[in-house]
């Protein structure tokens, strides 16, 4: 594929709000999950909580896509000046000419809930504030961020579960290949609610202690909620200076479970060759892969047999959601943004919460921060259903 530029990057999480508050988190090996005290949900277990989005509030003419979920997408827009970069774009190439792509997993859902709590006695109806497309709808996120930046272009959301913000780099590229728009705002917006906790619980799957990745006696997954963001435009003469590229997109479906990995991550590989592939580099040229890595005992395991399938001689590799938690369809894009900080500031972050490694996960895994050269970064998510996405980032000569 054509490399695109990245001309703007952001995120906002457990870590904090913006760039600087992440890089310092990384770089300080300090995680945000806290335990849990969100909504009304009794659950003995950690997650990633964002601050200050309750403050938030959409402008009066969007008031109807007031949610937790908009709100945490306008928090993350508003920072490191991500929205007037896309203003900026927008000048450049027109409002028509830059499409909206975003992944979520359940969107406002939250709303819903709320919603649930309030119905009428008598007759159980909903009240009548609830605004289902507003809210709740999976395409919420991306009517309101398309709205709230004045953009023109095509708008797509993305469910594929965690998975999702990963893939909607690939739904761009494709927009933009095909010559329908020349940048797009891509990313994932995911918030906590009580379907996702108290479904995540019931399918055994979270950890009462933070998240340990590849640990050996890790058991479960912790989750967090995270908006992420970034620009990506065609290398023409409107696009500004930009160090950092999109290279490769590698994406699969191995359909093997509905929750469960294929035990040999044939679907991971598979989508980590994708994207070798697709970027022109070797296997060898890949300097660090940010892992999928959500503490669960069968992924970590695939992800493992899979890096090592695709890659002869694997570099140092880490999983950052022992920092941030699992952002569900936020992860893809928030651990994007993750790569763009290691390309920029030539380091390798630690893995959190490991006391000793699962000698059954071959890989080998970065346990302490240190500086590097890092040229090519590759980042996988992988979903519910087996949607696989791997991405691979690199820097400019």
Do not use: W
Not at 53 to 69: F, G, I, S, W
Not at 146 to 170: D, Q
Not at 193 to 201: E, N, S
Not at 298 to 303: F, G, K, L, R
Request: negative net charge.
């Amino acid at each position: 594929m054509t490399p695109l530029a990245i001309t703007h990057y952001t995120a906002t999480s457990c870590l904090g709000a913006g760039l600087e508050a992440t890089l310092a988190a990384l770089r300080d090996a300090r995680g945000g999950l806290t335990r849990c005290d969100f909504d009304t949900v009794d659950l003995d277990t950690y997650v990633g909580v964002v601050q200050g989005v309750d403050r938030e509030r959409p402008p009066p003419e969007l008031a109807r896509y007031d949610c937790r979920n908009n709100r945490l997408a306008q928090l993350g827009l508003r920072q490191d000046r991500f929205d007037e970069a896309v203003t900026a774009a927008s000048r450049r190439r027109g409002a028509h000419r830059i499409g909206v792509f975003l992944g979520t997993s359940t969107s406002g859902i939250l709303e819903t809930e709320i919603a649930y709590r309030h119905r009428d006695p008598g007759t159980g109806e909903l009240p009548s504030r609830l605004d289902y497309a507003g809210s709740h709808n999976t395409y919420s996120v991306a009517a309101f961020v398309r709205a709230r930046l004045a953009l023109a272009g095509p708008a797509v959301v993305v469910s594929t579960a965690c998975s999702s913000s990963a893939k909607v780099f690939g739904a761009a590229q494709r927009m933009i290949e095909a010559g329908i728009i020349d940048a797009a705002v891509v990313g994932g917006v995911d918030s906590l609610c009580l379907t996702t906790l108290y479904g995540f619980h019931s399918l055994q799957l979270v950890s009462r202690l933070p998240c340990r990745p590849f640990d050996a006696s890790r058991d479960g997954l912790s989750l967090g909620e995270a908006a992420a963001f970034a620009l990506l435009e065609r290398r023409d003469a409107d696009c500004p200076p930009a160090r950092l590229q999109l290279l490769g997109v590698g994406e699969s479906n191995d359909a093997f479970h509905l929750s469960a990995p294929h035990p040999d991550g044939l679907g991971a590989r598979l989508a980590i060759q994708g994207a070798i592939k697709a970027a022109r580099i070797e296997p060898d040229d890949i300097d660090y892969v940010n892992l999928h890595g959500t503490a669960t005992p069968s992924n970590d395991i695939a992800e493992s047999i899979a890096v090592c399938a695709a890659v002869e001689r694997p570099p140092p590799c880490s999983s950052t959601k022992g920092a941030t938690g699992h952002a569900l369809g936020a992860a893809g894009a928030m651990e994007a943004v993750v790569c763009g900080l290691v390309l920029e500031h030539q380091f390798l972050p630690a893995g959190l919460n490991v006391t000793a490694l699962d000698p059954a996960c071959s890989l080998p895994y970065v346990l302490e921060n240190r500086p590097a050269q890092v040229r090519h970064v590759l980042s996988n998510s992988f979903g519910f259903g087996g949607t696989n996405c791997s991405l691979l980032f690199g820097t400019s000569a």
